[in-house]
C-alpha cells in the first residue's frame, strides 16, 4: 500500500494567491482528516471527513478555507486569498477500514510558506 | 486549560537511560489513549495505544491513570534512535476513535551518546 499521499510535498506562494493542497487516503478508509501544524501551535484539526462528508469544520480558521472530497479517493484543502500566517506544514490523515481502525494514518504533509 | 497538556521539553537524556513522560487531559469522559511519534520534518506515526491496565511493547510501557488523569510513557533502555518528539492524543468523547481526537502540542526527547 502507497500509504496517504499528499501534493505538492513544497509550496511557496505571493500573499493573495489561492493555494490547493491534494490529498489521496489509503483505499478503504473512510475517515479523512486535514491538520495544519505550527511550531507556536502544534498540531491543530482543521477539518475531518467521514464517507465523503464534511463532519465537523470547526477547526478551519476562517472562510479563506475550504475542503473538499468529491470521492473517496481524493480531498482537497484550499485556501484564498493565502496570508503569510497561513505558513504551516499541513497533513491530510486517513483511518479506518478493517485493521486498526482507530489508528490515523499521516501523508508526508504540505510545507506551505506564504511570502 | 488545554484539553491535552504535556511538558514540551526538550529531554536531553544519555544513551541507555529510561525517561519517561507525562500528559495531562482535562475530560474525564475521554475513552481513548495514544501515544504518537514525530520524527524531525516528517509525520506522526503511531506508537501506541493507552489500555486501562496498562502495555508495554518491548522498551516502551504506557500507563493510565483515570483518577488523576493522566497518561505516561515510559521508555526503558533508551537508543538515539528514539530521538523524537512524543505526541500525547486522546479522543475526548465516546465516539468511535477514528473521529476527532486531540494532539497535545508533543514532548522532545533528544538521546545523546
Known amino acids: 500500500d502507497a500509504g496517504v499521499i499528499q501534493s505538492p510535498r513544497h509550496e511557496v506562494t505571493e500573499m493573495g494567491q489561492e493555494v490547493t493542497l491534494r490529498c489521496k487516503p489509503i483505499s478503504g478508509h473512510d475517515y479523512l482528516f486535514w491538520y495544519r501544524q505550527t511550531m507556536m501551535r502544534g498540531l491543530e484539526l482543521l477539518i475531518y471527513?467521514?464517507?465523503?462528508?464534511?463532519?465537523?469544520d470547526s477547526g478551519m480558521p476562517e472562510d479563506r478555507f475550504s475542503a473538499k472530497m468529491p470521492n473517496a479517493s481524493f480531498s482537497t484543502l484550499k485556501i484564498q486569498p493565502s496570508e503569510p500566517r497561513d505558513s504551516a506544514v499541513y497533513f491530510c490523515a486517513s483511518s479506518g477500514g478493517t485493521v486498526s481502525e482507530d489508528e490515523q494514518f499521516f501523508g508526508p504533509g504540505t510545507r506551505l510558506t506564504v511570502l | 486549560r488545554k484539553e491535552v497538556e504535556q511538558d514540551p521539553g526538550p529531554f536531553n537524556v544519555p544513551e541507555g537511560a529510561t525517561v519517561a513522560f507525562n500528559c495531562t487531559y482535562s475530560?474525564?469522559?475521554?475513552?481513548?489513549f495514544f501515544w504518537y511519534r514525530q520524527d524531525c520534518r516528517k509525520e506522526p506515526k503511531l506508537l501506541m495505544s493507552?489500555?486501562?491496565s496498562g502495555n508495554e511493547d518491548g522498551r516502551f510501557t504506557a500507563q493510565l491513570n483515570r483518577a488523576s488523569q493522566y497518561i505516561s510513557l515510559l521508555i526503558r533502555d533508551s537508543k538515539l534512535s528514539d530521538s523524537a518528539t512524543y505526541l500525547c492524543?486522546?479522543?475526548?468523547?465516546?465516539?468511535?476513535?477514528?473521529?476527532?481526537?486531540?494532539f497535545g502540542s508533543g514532548t522532545r526527547l533528544s538521546i545523546r551518546p
Open positions: 471527513f467521514n464517507n465523503n462528508v464534511p463532519i465537523d
Open positions: 492524543v486522546v479522543n475526548p468523547t465516546a465516539e468511535s476513535s477514528a473521529s476527532k481526537i486531540i
Open positions: 493507552v489500555y486501562s
Open positions: 475530560n474525564s469522559a475521554s475513552q481513548s
